[in-house]
């Protein structure tokens, strides 16, 4: 009996311990992950399991990140573990990964930490300092937290990785910008020429200006186009010229820009008066870069000092130059001319006395992560056939009945619309009107462009008012004018319950700050003949009204309306979609004029005759229209304050840069990446409470939680008395 007991414990502990080892077995071959997170956060989104999943070359990711840092520093080494397994587990063969050792061992680096730190250097991956705590003594510390990206020849690498915040959407938009490189540059027909104008003249000055090195420069700069060469499968041109030896030179070194230096004589150096060039050029068809190679600082009462260009860093913006040149990103239109904000960065230079355009930087460093940049100037060009997005940065002059006619053809393609226009243009008063007047603030016109008339064909239209709302941005007031907070009304905030989160690009955006906007308004019964789909992505607070008539931004005297039935929810910003008909069907198409301000423009370039104008008039050209276009998209949003550097940021890491960054995906068709960019959303405010919630929870805390106690007293006391009651009836018996 006691053999046949003792034989069946080690049967059942050999059988529970064959379920315990299989079950291991099975877990190594169907592994999966769990995120219980909101947004998904621990997990990768659909892009980047697309875009490792599709690799058509080895991908290696080479990982230098030193160990056993100090919080928080620790949690981004994990969390970047955890980021590239999950990468590695939905992509294919060409995926790997590898984490470099670059710790010292206990002070002494070992040769293998050596030969690793050496490579992090080659790649360009240098420690940073971060602050450390131990024992209550603030230390810093110098560590490696970099990464490089191997795609076949291709390099690139992310320096400083300092937190987690939007790491999966740099990675994954690194990877997607090295496979269109590799497809963009084995595509090109022609290669990049880099030129290099160097007057050996400048060598006789050089050590006068504190430019010792600048004799090695030419060799320098020859092996750092030939190492660059080498990733970039053999696509860059090198030649060097000296504009000293060759005096034809110096018109082409002008025509680039490049820097010119001029000198006196130096009678006690036998140095002769002379001129020379520095500079470095990368061209490509009709766009070129100019990369200076000598930089001037004028400093007060020290004077002018010269400084070579950081040579080392070279490689980095050559790379960087033939991004820019080859276009591997998405072309993105964006419209010029007509008053329109500038957002392309270059801000054109303003008449004689008078100040220069007023150029926006934040818009073009954001779009140009994942799209080239295309200016489009409606007077010299139409819109090309590789554009899929236009934004119309707040044109302030009337457009012409052809570039309207440009604008609504190229919507009936299937393509989409990104428009900020104002309601009002701002005029600020000369000195005279101050002076005659007593005008001290600007006057606000109604604007109209001519695009108003196409919106409101195609079903909405912008109010000719500015939204104000009680729920706005708080001005913090010095003490000088009495201290506490001012209300900006024109600048609403947005708040979640107001935000459509229904739209998968919108669903992480929390909160907006919206400056100077104008309600819009949906003609529903156009937009139900057109078949059209109307979303609104947000919209004001009910504490909102509209301002009309004579409009004044001063806060200082905006007042909100007595009356609260004037206040109410108004939309501000719309998406509409679908098949748009045209607004010019049924009307005459409209001519381009072109004028001519010199009569011999006219002429043929070849010599001949012109024709008469009887004859001319008997040509006719016939162009394709489109009356009803296929599916296409309109995002409007009625101010152009949005798009400007005071409101996004150029590092795009508010909520304000990735809302207005997920539109432009959202309409060029990449929802995919506008999702992951807001996946990890630092801006996530709590709700709103109501009054007569916050009332109940005070109530409770001082009141039901003393009761609560009472109760479970009283609870407490009652049981024990009925036990004691059951107690006493049994020995009774």
């Not at 490696?144 to 959407?169: A, Q």
């Not at 010269?306 to 820019?324: F, G």
């Not at 010199?598 to 016939?622: C, F, N, R, T």
């Not at 400007?644 to 432009?664: L, Q, T």
Request: with cysteine.
């Amino acid at each position: 009996m006691r053999f046949s007991q003792f034989s069946g414990k080690y049967i059942k502990f050999t059988v529970y311990l064959t379920i315990v080892v299989l079950i291991n077995l099975v877990g190594l071959t169907l592994f999966f992950r769990l995120d219980l997170t909101q947004n998904k956060v621990y997990s990768i989104s659909d892009a980047s399991r697309e875009v490792v999943a599709t690799l058509s070359e080895p991908l290696t990711i080479n990982v230098f990140f030193t160990k056993n840092l100090p919080a928080p520093h620790n949690n981004t080494e994990r969390y970047l573990h955890d980021l590239l397994e999950e990468y590695s587990y939905h992509a294919n063969q060409f995926f790997n990964y590898r984490f470099y050792d670059v710790n010292p061992d206990e002070g002494d680096v070992s040769p293998e930490t050596k030969r690793n730190q050496d490579l992090a250097k080659d790649y360009g991956i240098f420690p940073v300092q971060i602050q450390a705590i131990e024992k209550d003594e603030v230390k810093f510390m110098k560590a490696y937290m970099g990464l490089v990206l191997i795609h076949g020849d291709i390099i690139e690498k992310v320096p400083n990785i300092l937190n987690t915040d939007g790491l999966e959407y740099k990675l994954t938009t690194a990877i997607r910008k090295l496979n269109n490189k590799v497809s963009a540059l084995l595509a090109l027909p022609e290669k990049i020429k880099v030129k290099l104008f160097l007057s050996s003249s400048l060598n006789q000055v050089a050590p006068f200006m504190g430019l010792n090195q600048l004799p090695e420069v030419p060799a320098r700069i020859e092996r750092i186009v030939q190492s660059a060469n080498g990733k970039t499968y053999g696509k860059l041109d090198y030649r060097f010229f000296d504009p000293s030896r060759d005096s034809s030179l110096e018109e082409a070194a002008q025509k680039y820009q490049i820097l010119q230096l001029n000198w006196p004589a130096f009678q006690k150096s036998n140095i002769a008066a002379g001129k020379g060039f520095a500079g470095l050029v990368m061209e490509y068809q009709q766009k070129a870069v100019n990369i200076p190679l000598i930089q001037v600082f004028k400093i007060p009462i020290i004077g002018t000092q010269y400084k070579l260009s950081n040579l080392d860093q070279m490689e980095t913006v050559i790379n960087s130059s033939l991004e820019a040149l080859i276009d591997i990103n998405q072309d993105l239109g964006l419209l010029t001319g007509f008053g329109s904000v500038d957002l392309s960065g270059t801000g054109p230079a303003g008449p004689t006395g008078q100040p220069a355009a007023e150029t926006q930087q934040s818009f073009k460093a954001l779009a140009s992560q994942n799209y080239s940049i295309k200016t489009i100037d409606l007077a010299q060009e139409g819109l090309p056939d590789s554009l899929q997005c236009l934004v119309v940065p707040g044109p302030t002059e009337p457009l012409s009945d052809y570039d309207l006619f440009s604008i609504d053809q190229f919507l009936m393609q299937g393509k989409s619309l990104a428009i900020f226009l104002d309601a009002f243009k701002e005029v600020m008063p000369d000195q005279q009107q101050r002076m005659n007047m007593g005008m001290q603030g600007p006057t606000y016109l109604p604007l109209k462009t001519g695009i108003e008339k196409l919106l409101a064909h195609y079903g909405i239209r912008i109010n000719q008012s500015v939204l104000m709302d009680e729920n706005c941005y708080k001005q913090q007031m010095g003490a000088q004018f009495g201290g506490g907070e001012r209300p900006i009304y024109f600048a609403p905030l947005i708040k979640n319950k107001n935000i459509n989160n229904d739209l998968k690009f919108m669903q992480n955006i929390k909160g907006l700050i919206a400056v100077k906007l104008s309600p819009l308004t949906l003609d529903l019964n156009r937009i139900k003949a057109n078949d059209l789909k109307a979303t609104q992505i947000f919209s004001s607070s009910e504490k909102s009204w509209e301002m009309k008539g004579r409009i004044n931004l001063n806060p200082m005297f905006i007042r909100p309306p007595q009356a609260s039935e004037t206040q109410k929810s108004f939309p501000l910003a719309y998406l509409i979609e679908g098949a748009f008909p045209s607004y010019f069907a049924g009307k005459p198409i409209p001519e381009k004029i072109v004028e001519a301000d010199d009569p011999q423009k006219a002429l043929p370039s070849d010599g001949s005759e012109a024709p008469a104008a009887g004859e001319m008039s008997k040509i006719k050209d016939q162009r394709p229209f489109v009356a009803q276009g296929q599916p296409g998209k309109i995002f409007l949003l009625a101010s152009t304050e949005m798009i400007k550097d005071n409101v996004i940021d150029a590092e795009g890491r508010n909520p304000n840069d990735m809302f207005i960054m997920n539109v432009i995906d959202y309409l060029n068709g990449r929802e995919d990446i506008a999702v992951m960019r807001s996946k990890a959303q630092r801006f996530n405010p709590l709700d709103d409470t109501h009054a007569e919630t916050k009332t109940f929870v005070k109530a409770f805390n001082i009141a039901g939680l003393p009761v609560l106690v009472v109760v479970f007293g009283l609870g407490v006391w009652w049981r024990r008395h009925s036990r004691k009651k059951r107690i006493q009836a049994m020995f009774q018996k």
